[in-house]
């Protein structure tokens, strides 16, 4: 790793064409009180890089020198070259790209799932998809038609050495840099070239000024508000391409903020937290170094949110909240859809109001529209006014009964004594919810019950399909083209909380199982995955679980996936007769070799996501989290002669999930068996 020393930095300045000022040597000291303390509490590698672009030289770097892996980050230099090599007259940009089935590739983008194979678009089209879509077919079209060691090829030339794209997306034997993608992924680069490149494609010196403009324009059609843009205002412009891998979360672009544009970059990698959900602390960390930015260069607001002046082509909750207003104050009612969006005909409903209220007709919300319309309607239900509300007393509950069950903070729950069959105690214990996760134990269950009639199944290799290793979510790491036995596969399910396991094993199994989940003879033309789900809600109805439907074999949130804590603790206690299933829950982590095509192999470990196994008595069960469910955990204990299962849906928090569960076990355990 490079010394950032002020000489260092000037020097790394110059050499990628930026105009050499002090910041380098001396982060900007608002940003440094903001974001220092936001990296030092994160559980991961950073790498941070901001400069402004206009008007001034305050700067924040971290470890800005050092490579990271991008995950689809690496798109914009590969954008950069397609639009170099435009420019060169080495490639067309309206030249026509025939779409293969052999082209497609699992992941983001539209064009896998949504286009047959024939399809025709532009090498323009494709970067567009690239870019705004992060599409990984996409991504390998313009790869294909740019040559793949084009763009580290011109990144060095640049200066960067560091920022290449290794290999096509998704086909990783394809790789021009075997050690950099053992290391890397995908690509690589710092954070550094990626404020550096941003600049010069501000100061339009990646090509000509129309090219610049059309890659700006491409990064401006990037939606994707889960990192830097999370917590900064719709109404600011953001030009940025992101990417995402298990452990992976990078974003990078320029804020057009009040005080001018600023560079942004953002890389993390190790990231001990992998969720795929909004509360991802890489994603979160992205979030509060942008929402910190901002701050800084506008002022904490923008100019809309402190005037409330909108107009056509804004949006977010403010135009909601005018839009409803305009409904409730216009008769007869425009009837606008409250969707937040700002269009011709929301604009043309405030000119109506103001003509009619004699106000200047502008087409905009402004200060006098907003004076005219009086307090704005917030939900479909009218809000009383103050006096109302200040004169009114709201009823109060009963006092807390001494010597109830603990107060907990999820949806519903259960304790159910599993040795003696009877619930302990109980809260909304009949309710349908989301279970996230929890889904496993019926995977693993119906894998177990049919390995009792053929024992040979838990030897079986396993062979993970292009569908299953793109699975999102929690993952047991296995990738397209791997196996792995049966037997070892279900640690890979229930330790890590394997989605792409799930799937792998419901692919397996699935073609040779009746509908009812009792053995069958293989067939290849059915769905193995619809098969599968069909026999864990036939097993759902053997077991009588009547608020139990299962849509999927891992839990990704489905609005017909649904079960109460009552039926999981009846199906955990079912579960649990299996010796092997009771190994698998208990165990803490565990090691496998992979093999791979051509004696390729290598070494995983899973480690269970239930952290209540580092208790003495407690052996299992299952941990779930998604945003429908909250968090979820099935949990198990035995002191003496008792067992106790615990079920506790949609708790606030991971954390609160086992404080939750620890005061109902523990409470439990103090009562009469």
């Keep these: 790793m490079i010394r950032r020393t002020p000489l260092v930095l000037a ?5 990628c064409g930026l105009p050499p000022c002090g910041a380098w040597a001396d982060n900007d000291p608002e940003l440094e009180r903001t974001i220092r303390p936001l ?22 770097l971290h470890q800005a020198d050092v490579p990271m892996p991008t995950a689809s980050l690496i798109k914009f230099p590969v954008m950069i070259e397609a639009y170099r090599q435009a420019e060169s007259g080495a490639v067309r940009l309206d030249a026509m790209i025939e779409l293969a089935d052999a082209d497609k590739v699992p992941g ?4 896998t799932t949504h286009f047959s194979s024939g399809t025709r678009l532009s090498l323009r089209d494709a970067i567009r998809l690239m870019i705004a879509f992060s599409d990984n077919t996409a991504t390998n079209l313009v790869l294909r038609s740019i040559g793949l060691p084009a763009t580290a090829a011109t990144m060095e030339s640049m200066g960067m050495p560091h920022t290449k794209i290794h290999a096509f997306v998704f086909r990783r034997e394809s790789s021009i840099f075997p050690k950099r993608s053992e290391e890397f992924g995908l690509g690589s680069t710092t954070a550094l070239d990626m404020i550096t490149l941003l600049g010069r494609l501000h100061r339009k010196e990646l090509g000509s000024p129309d090219a610049c403009a059309a890659m700006l324009d491409h990064l401006l059609a990037c939606d994707d508000r889960t990192k830097i843009a999370r917590f900064v205002p719709r109404t600011v412009r953001f030009a940025h391409k992101t990417g995402a891998v298990t452990d992976v979360r990078t974003d990078a672009g320029i804020l057009f903020l009040p005080a001018g544009p600023v560079a942004v970059c953002v890389l993390t990698c190790r990231n001990e937290d992998r969720r795929w959900d909004d509360s991802n602390a890489a994603e979160v960390l992205c979030g509060r170094i942008g929402e910190a930015v901002a701050a800084r260069f506008g002022g904490g607001k923008t100019e809309a949110e402190t005037t409330r002046v909108v107009r056509e082509g804004g949006s977010g909750t403010v135009v909601e909240d005018l839009q409803r207003t305009l409904n409730a104050r216009l008769e007869p009612s425009p009837r606008l859809a409250v969707d937040g969006e700002f269009g011709p005909a929301t604009a043309d409903a405030v000119r109506r109001f103001q003509r009619e209220r004699a106000i200047a007709v502008s087409g905009a919300a402004d200060a006098a529209t907003w004076k005219a319309l009086g307090p704005v309607v917030e939900s479909d239900a009218p809000v009383p006014a103050p006096d109302l509300v200040n004169r009114e007393t709201p009823p109060r509950e009963p006092a807390d009964a001494p010597g109830g069950p603990p107060l907990v903070t999820s949806r519903g729950w259960v304790v159910y004594d599993a040795g003696a069959d009877h619930i302990v105690a109980e809260h909304d214990a009949e309710e349908p919810l989301e279970m996230a996760s929890t889904t496993k134990i019926m995977t693993a269950h119906l894998v177990l019950r049919l390995a009792e009639s053929d024992p040979g199944l838990l030897d079986e290799w396993v062979t993970f399909s292009e569908t299953a290793d793109a699975t999102i979510g929690s993952t047991a790491g296995i990738r397209a ?39 069958a003879e293989a067939d290849a033309r059915v769905d193995s995955v619809a098969r599968f789900v069909d026999a864990m809600n036939a097993r759902a109805v053997e077991l009588a679980l009547k608020q139990t439907r299962f849509a999927n074999p891992h839990g990704l949130p489905d609005p017909k996936h649904r079960t109460s ?10 579960a649990m007769r299996s010796p092997l299933f009771r190994e698998y829950v208990g165990t803490r982590q565990r090691g496998c070799e992979v093999l791979g095509p051509d004696e390729y192999r290598r070494h995983v470990v899973w480690r269970n ?14 941990t779930g989290t998604t945003d429908a469910a909250g968090a979820c955990l099935v949990s198990s204990v ?20 086992y404080v939750d569960s620890r005061n109902l076990l523990r409470w439990a355990l103090a009562q009469s068996p």
């Design 11 to 15: 020097t790394i300045g110059l050499l």
């Design 39 to 60: 990296i030092d509490g994160h559980r991961g590698r950073v790498a941070v890089a901001v400069r402004q672009l206009e008007g001034g030289d305050a700067a924040f």
């Design 108 to 111: 983001s983008g539209i064009l």
């Design 481 to 519: 083209g791997e196996r792995v036995p049966m037997r070892e596969l279900l640690y890979g399910l229930l330790l890590p909380s394997g989605n792409d396991a799930a799937v792998a094993i419901a692919e397996h199994v699935g073609g040779r199982m009746n509908a009812d989940g009792s053995r």
């Design 565 to 574: 804590p009552r039926d999981l603790a009846r199906l955990t206690a079912e």
């Design 609 to 622: 996501t239930n952290r209540l196994l580092a208790i003495d008595g407690y052996d299992g069960v299952k």
């Design 638 to 657: 035995r002191r003496g002669d008792r067992w106790l299962l615990c079920v506790v849906l949609g708790a606030t928090s991971n954390d609160a999930r």
